[in-house]
Each structure stands twice: as structure tokens, then as C-alpha cells.
């Protein structure tokens, strides 16, 4: 059996769709089917059933996917890394928001980087969930994490942990709206601060003002920064109240440069998500990773 047809097939396993997986292997649509149509009069069976939207597996097609699968990631790795001497040391390409990457995910898989004969090689890349998304799918990363899930049967996601997000001000703030009482300081109350946020539309304020408030945002931004890092230090420095995750904020929290606005009962919170292209978890430097960053979001919780 023909190992080209088999990874066309595969990718269009994944895929569920034969336009997706055109783009995905650089081919023509009319390629991937002339492709698929030759593995299924070899195999003597039909592998999907073509409908409205994309491509629905049969039962021999799944199987064919589940047995083949693995086999050709693993030929994958082996073409990519080589068979020279450094073939020991993998290369793990991660891709993810820059804030929680930089803070959270990487420090977490440094322990996997010793020199112990198994180490790994880590290359990261900063991107929106949308771009780390489409970057695992055509093969540029081999682990994201999003705080979006995935749809269809191409990428496999699992709940990483909830980003508890906490809105914050210099002290200077907190005096003016009398935050004494955080939780009982009411949206109106704010309504004059200025704000400090990752873009002019205010998805963290926002999404926090909905959750909490029931209600959108009256003030626009007055310091616009696209990364939370630097949301903090304005926030820290007085240009106005943000909404940060804790992880990042705590320590701002606890020496004071900060202090918490607002104290609800049930605090917004933000799923993250880790993603991996279905199938791949087969390979040992991605299953590592993937399981150290599962055991150290038990302690991020």
C-alpha cells in the first residue's frame, strides 16, 4: 500500500474534510480525491461517506486510521529529526498565548530540557488561539495551548485549568472609589476610572463586566497594550484599572502595587486548553510534554 495515499488519508481522517486537507498537504482538492478513490479501490471498500459539509469516516476507514495512523507520525519524526548523532534530542515546538506561555507553560517544561540523555529542545512561538490553532493543524507546532477548543476530529483538546481573572488598580484608584468593601463597590462606581487593556474593543473588561456586572463597559480605554505583562506595569505605574489573570497579578497583589477593585462571589474565569493533532500524542517527546504540563496545572490550580 502506497505510504503517500496513506498519509492523504490520514490527513483527511483528521481533517473531515478533503478541502481542509488539501490545504493542509499543499495538494489540489481534485488530488486528494483522485487519491482517496485509488486507496479505496485497493482496499476494496469505501473509507468515508462524502456529505454536505466535509467527510464522515466509515467503519473500515476508522479503522484503517486507528492502525495507520501512529505508524506514520512516527515516520514523520523520524524524517524530521534525522538519524545523525544528536537523534536523541527532540525538538518540542510549542505555541501559545505569550503571557501564559512565557509565565506558566515554559518554566513548567524546562525540567524536560536536562542533560540526562532525554532531554528536550523547546522552540516556542506567541500567538492569538486562532493562529497557535491553524499552526497545529498544518503540522508548525506539535502542542498548543488556546482558550479556544477545537472543533472536528483534526485536533484533540483537554481542559488545561481556569484562568481566574481580577479586577485591579493602583491604591491611588482604590481610594477615589472606596474600596474598602471590594464587593460591594458596584459598576458605577468605576465607571469614571481609566481603563488599561489588551485591545480598543476591551475583551477583558468587557467579558469581566458582563460576567460580574450584567452589563458593558461606560469608560474606553486610555492605555491600549497589546500584552498583559505590560497591561500590569501601566496598571502598576496608575493609568487606570485592568482585568488580569491571577497568576499574573498575584504578586503585584501581595506587595500592594496593586489592589483588588472588586471581590465577587464567583470570579470570571478562562478555560485554556491543551491541543495536540489527533494521533499524536504517540510520539514520546509530545506525550512528555503534554503530561508535564497536565501535572503542573494541579499546582497552578
Known amino acids: 500500500m502506497d505510504l503517500a495515499l496513506l498519509r492523504t488519508f490520514v490527513t483527511v481522517h483528521r481533517a473531515g474534510s478533503f478541502t481542509r486537507a488539501a490545504a493542509l498537504l499543499g495538494l489540489s482538492q481534485p488530488a486528494v480525491t483522485s487519491q482517496i478513490r485509488t486507496l479505496e479501490r485497493q482496499v476494496g471498500r469505501p473509507l468515508f461517506l462524502r456529505q454536505a459539509r466535509g467527510v464522515t469516516p466509515t467503519t473500515i476507514g476508522d479503522e484503517l486510521a486507528h492502525k495507520a495512523a501512529p505508524h506514520l507520525d512516527a515516520l514523520v519524526e523520524i524524517a524530521e529529526t534525522g538519524l545523525d548523532e544528536d537523534s536523541s534530542l527532540r525538538t518540542l515546538h510549542l505555541a501559545g498565548p505569550p503571557e501564559f506561555t512565557a509565565e506558566q507553560a515554559l518554566p513548567a517544561l524546562t525540567e524536560l530540557t536536562g542533560e540526562d540523555g532525554q532531554g528536550l529542545a523547546l522552540r516556542a512561538s506567541f500567538g492569538t488561539a486562532e493562529e497557535v490553532l491553524e499552526g497545529l493543524a498544518a503540522g508548525h507546532h506539535d502542542l498548543a495551548i488556546s ?41 458605577s462606581a468605576l465607571e469614571n476610572l481609566p481603563v488599561v487593556e489588551v485591545h480598543e474593543s476591551l475583551p477583558l473588561v468587557a467579558r469581566y463586566w458582563a460576567s460580574v ?47 483588588a477593585l472588586h471581590d465577587p462571589p464567583v470570579p470570571p474565569l478562562r478555560t485554556y486548553f491543551l491541543v495536540v493533532r489527533t494521533g499524536t500524542l504517540a510520539m514520546p517527546h509530545i506525550v512528555r510534554a503534554y503530561e508535564r504540563l497536565l501535572r503542573a496545572a494541579v499546582e497552578w490550580r
Open 147 to 187: 482558550t479556544a477548543r477545537p472543533r472536528g476530529t483534526l485536533l484533540t483538546a483537554t481542559p488545561l485549568c481556569d484562568e481566574e481573572h481580577v479586577l485591579v488598580a493602583a491604591p491611588r484608584w482604590a481610594a477615589r472609589v472606596d474600596a474598602g468593601e471590594p464587593h460591594l463597590v458596584g459598576a
Open 213 to 259: 456586572f450584567d452589563s458593558l463597559p461606560a469608560a474606553a480605554g486610555t492605555v491600549i497594550v497589546p500584552d498583559l505583562r505590560a497591561v500590569l506595569a501601566c496598571a502598576v505605574a496608575g493609568a487606570g484599572l485592568a482585568v488580569l489573570p491571577r497568576y499574573l497579578c498575584a504578586g503585584a497583589l501581595e506587595r500592594g502595587e496593586v489592589v
